[in-house]
């Protein structure tokens, strides 16, 4: 009898372990020296299998748990539907995803590009190949997405940006409201490798795809967003740039990061 509750206790925890889809780690940085919560969203995984992974950065003052609870429909749903494992970071509120020149413990490019991918791949079955890796955000996350998906070419085939803060130049006060120069220093002093405009010439020889919108009424966003647009356009890089009415907020977030991941999707089945 005991042999037999043991047997099914087993089975049941296997049961639970195979089903689970939202799993909460903390994940070590060693160039950082420190954990960083991160939220791993899979299908319900079958043995022998593999999957796609997409890593997804919030906005600046998210979080994993409000990315999944808030920000993008059933993520749960959508693993389970495109066969893909979701990667949700903890960005730190204001990290910016850059490597801080002035706060050694904010290196979130390397972080997300370099030790997070190597530890996803190490203990998911996930398909470790570029070909089958996107990394995507909003607003901030927009800005990281592109930061570290083109310092990461290797690693990265598609990028996405909704609504991204692409263009420092015309942060104004924002450098400081958002607490970029915590993060990178005076503006003054800022180096070009820290402005999106200026990564034209690395994305040419990328061999990536990239996925841009915004919100027509984003009045933060809209412009940058459409001058960035018409810049690789003239410079003949491969993208797709979509607008759609919406301002800066969760309402135009919930469509648009949808809308993003299904393009993802093409992008993976040879659809682009």
Same mark, same amino acid.
């Given at each position: 009898?005991?042999?037999?509750?043991?047997?099914?206790?087993?089975?049941a925890?296997?049961?639970?372990?195979?089903?689970?889809?939202?799993?909460?780690?903390?994940?070590?940085?060693?160039?950082?020296?420190?954990?960083?919560?991160?939220v791993?969203?899979?299908p319900k995984?079958?043995?022998?299998?593999?999957?796609?992974?997409?890593?997804?950065?919030h906005?600046?003052?998210?979080?994993?748990?409000?990315?999944?609870?808030?920000?993008?429909?059933?993520?749960?749903?959508?693993?389970?539907?495109?066969?893909?494992?979701?990667v949700?970071?903890?960005?730190?509120?204001?990290?910016?995803?850059?490597?801080?020149?002035?706060? =050694?413990?904010?290196?979130? $490019?390397? !972080?997300?590009?370099?030790?997070?991918? *190597?530890?996803?791949? %190490? @203990?998911?079955?996930? #398909?470790r190949?570029?070909?089958?890796?996107?990394?995507?955000?909003?607003?901030?996350g927009?800005?990281?997405?592109l930061?570290?998906?083109?310092?990461?070419?290797?690693?990265f085939?598609?990028?996405?940006?909704?609504c991204?803060?692409?263009?420092?130049?015309?942060?104004g006060?924002?450098?400081?409201?958002?607490?970029?120069?915590k993060?990178?220093?005076?503006? =003054?002093?800022?180096?070009? $490798?820290? !402005?999106?405009?200026?990564?034209?010439? *690395?994305?040419?020889? %990328? @061999?990536?795809?990239? #996925?841009?919108?915004?919100?027509?009424?984003?009045?933060?966003?809209?412009?940058?967003?459409?001058?960035?647009?018409q810049l690789?356009?003239?410079?003949?890089?491969?993208?797709?740039?979509?607008?759609?009415?919406?301002?800066?907020?969760?309402?135009?977030?919930?469509?648009s990061?949808?809308?993003?991941?299904?393009l993802?999707?093409?992008?993976?089945n040879?659809? =682009?």
């Amino acid at each position: 009898m005991k042999t037999l509750f043991t047997t099914v206790a087993l089975f049941a925890i296997t049961l639970s372990i195979s089903a689970q889809q939202i799993i909460h780690k903390k994940v070590f940085s060693k160039k950082m020296n420190k954990e960083i919560e991160t939220v791993i969203i899979s299908p319900k995984l079958i043995k022998g299998q593999i999957y796609k992974t997409i890593y997804i950065l919030h906005g600046y003052s998210g979080n994993p748990d409000r990315t999944y609870q808030q920000d993008i429909p059933d993520l749960t749903g959508k693993a389970q539907k495109y066969n893909t494992i979701y990667v949700l970071a903890n960005g730190n509120f204001n990290s910016w995803y850059v490597d801080s020149p002035v706060d =050694k413990t904010s290196q979130y $490019q390397t !972080f997300i590009g370099k030790e997070l991918v *190597e530890y996803i791949d %190490a @203990n998911y079955p996930t #398909i470790r190949d570029r070909k089958f890796r996107g990394i995507l955000g909003w607003s901030m996350g927009g800005y990281g997405a592109l930061n570290i998906g083109v310092f990461y070419t290797n690693t990265f085939s598609i990028v996405g940006s909704s609504c991204g803060a692409l263009d420092f130049n015309r942060f104004g006060e924002n450098f400081h409201n958002y607490q970029v120069d915590k993060i990178l220093g005076d503006f =003054k002093d800022l180096p070009k $490798q820290y !402005f999106t405009f200026d990564k034209t010439n *690395e994305m040419k020889l %990328a @061999n990536q795809f990239y #996925i841009l919108d915004c919100g027509t009424e984003d009045d933060q966003m809209i412009d940058m967003n459409r001058d960035f647009h018409q810049l690789l356009t003239n410079q003949k890089i491969q993208h797709l740039y979509t607008e759609s009415p919406g301002g800066h907020d969760p309402k135009y977030w919930n469509k648009s990061l949808s809308n993003q991941l299904a393009l993802f999707e093409a992008y993976f089945n040879g659809e =682009k």
